[in-house]
């Protein structure tokens, strides 16, 4: 079969209804401080039954912040779940009615300290579709100014500053392995270049308009 045949229409223009599940019930089985878990029992294209374990998530935000010499604002990071120190951008989870946006100023000040003058949306990732329904907005930030963190209590990271060069040889021989940071890279990578356009606005304008 020919790949036009495979594929006869783009991603999200063909009809999906051949690959859709239909949830028949759903059964909590954990709820944390964390994690929200559940199992669903879905009915499949074929008519056959089948069980979806996965956790809702009320998603996150990752900023890619930029000082005027073009340097991120990076941070290091343990991760206990991988037992490792991890490199990442700064990120966080949405609390509950909480704006993208807002959450991003907050998740920068509070984890880095610094806060910025603009402020552009590139994009939203879900970094683990095979058992969570947490998606990640893509911020990008700049003129920056520095200030105090405002850790929460029990949060520990270090905040250093790298060049994109320096961020894309360590996302490269390995040294970065965190997902949303390797997309963070990719998204950085194609602004720079200019294939990938952003939309700069002032963060005053953004706040009036929430």
Known sequence: MAAADTYPAPPGKADDAHLKERTLTSHELLKGHFLHAFRDTVRLPDGSEASREYVRHPGAVMVIAQLDDGRLVLERQYRYPVHAVMVEFP????????????????????????????????????????????????????????????????????????????????????????????????????????????????????????
Not at 134 to 141: L, N, R, Y
Not at 178 to 183: A, F, I, N, R
Request: net charge negative; charged share 25%; with cysteine.
């Open 91 to 210: 990120a966080g989870k949405l609390d509950a009615g909480e704006a993208s946006l807002a959450c991003a100023q907050r998740e920068l000040l509070e984890e880095t300290g610094y806060t910025a003058r603009r402020w552009a949306r590139a994009g939203v990732m879900h970094p683990v579709i095979s058992y969570s329904t947490e998606f990640i907005d893509i911020w990008f930030a700049k003129d920056l100014t520095a200030g105090e963190r405002q850790l929460d209590a029990g949060e520990f990271l270090d905040v250093f500053t790298a060049s994109p060069a320096e961020l894309l040889q360590w996302c490269c021989d390995g040294r970065v392995t965190d997902g949303k940071t390797l997309t963070g890279a990719l998204w950085l990578q194609n602004v720079l270049s200019g294939a990938w356009a952003l939309d700069w606005q002032d963060s005053a304008d953004l706040d009036a308009a929430r």
